[in-house]
């Protein structure tokens, strides 16, 4: 990861985090407003919010084509029910991304009282005893620290596999719907794909400090899978490309 790149890939300078403030709801913005909340310093939308965004214009797109895909799949109605599902589940994910995101800062914002506590005792005993409190202080916010990251980690780990199934769904459509809806299949796969890799990234980001957790090999397998569906559709889509 850049030096310059804070957590979640939000491209924010390091020492540049604005004030925490109301974020908004992407359901409350026009599309020329919601790129420009993504332009903004603010902390949030970011990565996430963005992978969010994708992967639920893939639940659309897939509902979409399988709305209009009835008279070649007889189980297209229950794709539409599944994709909307999808889709709806997604949408509060958004908000709940950017404020997860807050609680991040929140806890690398919590005063290091360990160099204060060394500099302030006044002799060799107190020092030793300064030195155990400081190292208790700085334990305990490395452990705020880490448990916020893996917090905002539940967020990613919903988009993978929401975007896996969706990439998924769209290789059905691909193959076996409406021939003139190939190509939004396509799409819909492709955006699937990349929320599903977005995802991934981000929360192997976030749980750097947690080598033992699951959730990063869940990660690797259900981007193994989204991506192997995008290529199943894009043959189905692209048959001679």
Sequence with gaps: MSPHRDRLGKGRPAGAEPEEGDLGSSRDLRLDQLLEAFSSAAPAPGGGGAAVLVV???????????????????GAPQLVT???AIRDALAPLYDRDAHDYLDVIAARRMPDASEAA?????????????????????????????????????????????????????????????????????????????????????????????????????ARSRLGEATRSVQRTRRAAVPHG
């Design 56 to 74: 639920a214009l893939s639940a659309s797109l897939c509902a979409m084509a399988a709305r209009l895909s009835t008279s070649q799949m007889t």
């Design 82 to 84: 599944e994709a909307l």
């Design 118 to 218: 060394r500099s302030s005792a006044p002799d060799a005993d107190a020092d030793a005893d300064a030195d155990a409190d400081a190292d208790a202080d700085a334990d305990d916010r490395r452990k705020r620290i880490i448990d916020a990251l893996s917090t905002a980690t539940d967020v990613p780990m919903a988009v993978i596999e929401a975007g896996t199934r969706l990439a998924e769904m769209a290789a059905e459509l691909a193959e076996q719907g409406n021939p003139n809806l190939r190509g939004d299949a396509l799409v819909a796969a492709v955006l699937a794909g990349a929320g599903v890799e977005a995802a991934a990234v981000l929360a192997q980001i976030n749980l750097a400090g947690l080598p033992d957790d699951e959730r990063q090999g869940v």
